[in-house]
């Protein structure tokens, strides 16, 4: 017997009446009608949007039970909203939603150990209770491994992170260190990781943290003398993702008590998750022995993405926000824009909004005004790694010697001119920028940002120099 929308919806609502109250039943589901059966696609129609975001809210994992029994491990489930038209049409209107099949990361309870001498364990997030922290695992549900596409760009690091959600603790991916630039989904891969393991295994505890909050916590705890009871909450921890690590950089006291943090968990079978935006080889300021550990486990790079890779991205958006657009037009967007998904999503959603509050049709002619507007404004953020790397190919110089203590005249010139650069460019401080460039100290950049200024105005060779680089920074 085929199956159709209303079979498939009668039988979800036979095992749906089954598992709650009858009040509940007829408030949230005898309204809703079956409208439509695709593949392993149910659409369903609700009254209203608040109808919509109830059900997600509170029967979202009770609808997935109820339409994978029905259509398998693939269902997805739709709805459709009628809306009575407020732009004075007569007709009223359908919107068209997904389900995220996603309810929010609930808070984690931990057993603190009696041995503890001091009762009241200070948890660096809430006041805990004597014996019970409630944990709050910082995980946003809505980064999922759904919705983080494979492509040839992430495919390493996706496929490492669903192997650690599978066995936390359990892989030699560990710590799994994730890398690459500014927006390609390094934070997005470490939520879905902590919301896989927490849908796998709800007994762990999971916590998200970025390093400059963990940072201040310690700060705090350093002030109140509170520095024990900091590492003891840490170690209660199954699953701690650090994003952003390379803010550790140059904080001693920090590293230190991570890295005493990072031993307890990685011996009694912890898993570490962290982010950065470089690969340990090119951290700096950051001690050898918490490098060396960095590189125990895996370190997998997020590339940019590929074309098809990025239309896989604009089509899952739109899926997501119930939006159709012309083939054309996703192809325009996707050619244009390739630097990193976060610019891609600013787009299409920058083109989905002018197209809904400007009343227009989204038109090739529309999206190519978005995107040149979009595009112009983006600012390409530019590392001090990159300057270097850039000044060093510009004057055939190895970028070790770039760095190094010699004094010979032409080094000296292109190293005070990545120096010079670095300011204009990165909003990194004087001693940053310093010991990043050959571990110099604040004044000799400023010294150099000094002499890079009178040169320009009376070396008409080296102001060809400054020139030239600054259009290779520019581009």
Known sequence: MNKTAQSVWENCLLFIKDNIQDQAYKTWFEPIKSVELTDNALYIQVPSKFFYEWLEEHYVKLLKVALTKELGKNAKLLYKIKMENTYGNKQPFTEQLPSAHRSPVKPQDVDVPLQNKNPELKNPFIIPGIRNVKIESQLNANYSFDNFLEGDSNRLARSAGMAVANKPGGTSFNPLLIFGGVGLGKTHLAHAIGVEIKDKYPEKTVLYISAEIFTQQYIESVKKNTRNDFIHFYQLIDVLIIDDVQFLSGKTGTQDVFFHIFNYLHQNGKQVILTSDKAPVDMQDIEQRLLSRFKWGLSAELHQPD??????????????????????????????????????EGAIISLIAQSSFNKKEVTLELAKQVVEKFVKNVKREISIDYIQKVVSDYFQLDLDILQSKTRKRHV??????????????????????????GDRDHATVLHACKTVDNLVSTDKQFKKFVDDINKKLSL
Do not use: C, H
Not at 414 to 421: E, I, S, Y
């Open 412 to 437: 000296v010139q292109a190293r005070q001119l990545a120096m010079f650069f670095a300011k204009k460019y990165t909003k990194a401080s004087l001693a940053n920028i310093g010991s990043q460039i």
């Open 307 to 344: 074309y098809e890779t990025r239309i896989s991205i604009l089509k899952n958006i739109l899926y997501r926000d119930g939006v159709e657009v012309p083939e054309e037009i996703l192809e325009y967007v996707a050619r244009n824009i390739k630097s990193n998904v976060r610019e891609l």
